[in-house]
């Protein structure tokens, strides 16, 4: 399967409401990320003793909302009215990241980072670009930083600045959600290896009971 984009509904807005005088409304079109591989999960016989917590990723109001950003050359940006995200980007990343850790088997446990939640580390992040960026050629734009902490001792281990410049091989909405989509894939895949090396580096020895 492609890194494709995933049209999950279109809405007509106003519809069956021409009495009321909104006429042919224009439909709204929404889009959101793949699973990567679409991984089913598999335990490892020696999984870590580890408790992984999946934090939120921060971001400005741009990436907390629904809308698809558009940039020029990475100095004008605006969003698209009717193309929109079915879930903001913090969001869909943060769930991508966290089905893929837990179906690596890797961890005796993935979880999301709720009041109960216990764990031994913790996976957070920020994310500085999700956008579509139109120069002498169109690019999908993805950035963003990672770190992972103790909870024990809230010392932070291990963190990296990820960026990734997509092609976009079309000119509409729908190629620029497919380079997003496999920027962030790649960049999701890159922070699981790097948490796996870390721990291949430094072992744990216990697990949250």
């Known amino acids: 399967m492609s890194s494709c984009q995933v049209i999950t509904v279109a809405l007509m807005l106003c519809a069956g409401t021409a009495a009321a005088g909104c006429g042919a409304a224009r439909p709204s079109k929404y889009y959101q990320l793949n699973t990567p591989n679409e991984v089913s999960s598999q335990a490892d016989p020696e999984p870590l003793p580890v408790i992984l917590l999946i934090g939120g990723l921060t971001s400005s109001h741009l990436y907390r909302e629904d809308r698809i950003v558009y940039s020029t050359n990475g100095e004008t940006m605006g969003t698209y009215e009717y193309q929109r995200w079915a879930e903001p980007p913090t969001e869909m990343i943060r769930d991508m990241l966290e089905r893929e850790l837990r179906a690596s088997g890797r961890y005796r446990g993935v979880t999301g980072l709720r009041s109960a939640a216990r764990g031994d ?6 994310l500085y670009d999700f956008k579509e960026v139109t120069g002498s050629t169109m690019i999908g734009r ?5 770190e992972l902490r103790e909870t024990k001792t809230g010392a932070t281990v291990w963190s990296h600045y990820y960026a990734h410049d997509e092609p976009v091989s ?10 997003l ?6 960049i999701v895949g890159q922070v699981k290896a790097a ?8 072992p744990p020895t216990k697990a949250t009971p």
Do not use: C, I, T
């Not at 948490?195 to 430094?202: G, K, M, N, R």
């Open 121 to 126: 580390y913790m996976l957070r992040g920020r």
């Open 142 to 146: 993805v950035a963003m930083e990672f």
């Open 170 to 179: 079309g000119k509409d909405v729908a190629a620029v959600v497919a380079a």
């Open 181 to 186: 989509d496999r920027g962030a894939q790649g």
């Open 195 to 202: 948490v796996e090396q870390y721990f291949s580096a430094h």
